[in-house]
């Protein structure tokens, strides 16, 4: 079953109410829109590589994206190990996650990524595991041609990112 082909417009994606597909070009106060929704060719998962044992919150991801020179959080999306969504860019705002394909892509983080050895490791709760994939199934509504994919499965990649493979949402949406 696709949860997808039940959801009706409009629907809340993080807090930004979409109509529908065609409507999402909004106004940003500052930074860069993407040229709308058929733009979006990537839904771009990241883990935050922080220890699965320490605390990484949002206030601490701004001040570290902001020291990197980023006008505010690069992910669109971060979801932190309680569950807890934010959102951080509007849909079509262009992010700061993965270079070279920041005019075409959605960026979603976990908090986590690093076991508590700071080895990469597959770190996502029950509760990340549950809303990363809600936000999923709700960003594949609007945008069902781009492709779920981890950091590392793009070209010239060499992290671990996001540390777990995506394939199983590549199957499930695809
Ligand atoms: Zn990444």
Known sequence: MNPSK???FPI???GEEV???RTLLTKVE???LMSGADAVRFIVIHCSATRCDRDYPVEQLLHDHKARGFRTIGYHFYIRRSGSVTRHRKLLEVGAHIRGLNRCS???CYEGGLDASGIPADT???EQ????EELLW????VFPKALIVGHRDLPGVEKACPCFPCDEYRNLFH
């Open 30 to 32: 500052s930074g860069l």
């Open 129 to 132: 595991k549950a809303r990363l």
């Open 6 to 8: 039940k959801m009706t």
């Open 106 to 108: 959605i960026g979603v």
């Open 19 to 21: 109509c529908d597909e």
């Open 138 to 141: 709700k960003l594949h509504k």
């Open 124 to 126: 996502r709760t029950p």
């Open 12 to 14: 809340l994606v993080g």
